[in-house]
């Protein structure tokens, strides 16, 4: 299994509050990724980094923000949590962008009161 | 907008069954196209397809895609209850190394 360790694996939370999820890779890889998968929509992908400070958006972006401050950690926020943003949140790693595969942590499941 | 449609949405079979799933898609600078089997937990990954035609196996699945045609299926051959998941297609694009997934199929196999 690829070495990502998500944290907390569970939440529960109340409208308006900030959250913070948290990814931890082990394998050094450069890219990594945070999705939120829903009913219906799959997963679709939230923002993504290429390295060290470096990130962009992607299609769900609104209402989040991210940082990585170490290769390893990818932090996930929302600065002021709705209930929209109830889902699991699934983070991603992989190597490089030449057709390496993304490997999946195993979740977070927040729930927004 | 790019889009991956997949389908059925869901089945339901008995062990020993032969099952293919599809995927169609429509994705700007297409690089290659993937297969993830999702139980409980994490998505784990399956194939990764690039090529047209070329046929890539492991144990009894196996997947093949179409560039021509856009789409691509994953075949599962003497199905068992472990093959039981969500079963997850999803496109990468040439930058980025973005993945843009469909909705998955759920594929139940009663004993």
């Known amino acids: 299994d690829a070495g990502i360790t998500q944290s907390p694996r569970h939440k529960v939370t109340e409208t308006g509050t900030p959250v913070t999820l948290r990814c931890h890779q082990t394998e050094n890889h450069r890219y990594m990724y945070w999705y939120r998968q829903d009913p219906g929509h799959g997963l679709r992908l939230i923002h993504y980094s290429y390295g060290v400070k470096d990130t962009d958006k992607g299609e769900v972006s609104d209402g989040y923000s991210v940082s990585r401050s170490k290769t390893e950690d990818f932090l996930l926020t929302l600065e002021s949590a709705t209930s929209s943003q109830t889902s699991v949140y699934f983070c991603?790693?992989?190597?490089?962008?030449?057709?390496?595969?993304?490997?999946f942590g195993d979740g977070t499941r927040l729930s927004i009161l | 907008e790019d889009k991956v449609v997949q389908s059925p949405l869901s089945l339901v079979v008995h062990e020993g069954d032969t099952v293919t799933l599809n995927c169609s898609y429509e994705v700007t600078n297409f690089r290659s196209l993937l297969w993830y089997k999702q139980e409980k937990k994490a998505p784990t990954f399956l194939f990764m397809l690039?090529?047209?035609?070329i046929e890539k196996k492991s144990g009894r699945l196996s997947s093949i895609l179409d560039k021509k045609e856009l789409f691509s299926i994953l075949n599962i051959t003497a199905t068992q209850t472990g093959d039981s998941a969500v079963y997850l297609c999803?496109?990468?694009?040439?930058?980025?190394?973005?993945?843009?997934f469909g909705a998955g199929t759920i594929l139940r196999v009663k004993s």
């Open positions: 690039t090529s047209s035609g």
């Open positions: 991603a790693i992989s190597e490089s962008t030449s057709g390496q595969p993304q490997h």
């Open positions: 999803a496109v990468l694009r040439e930058y980025g190394n973005k993945l843009v």
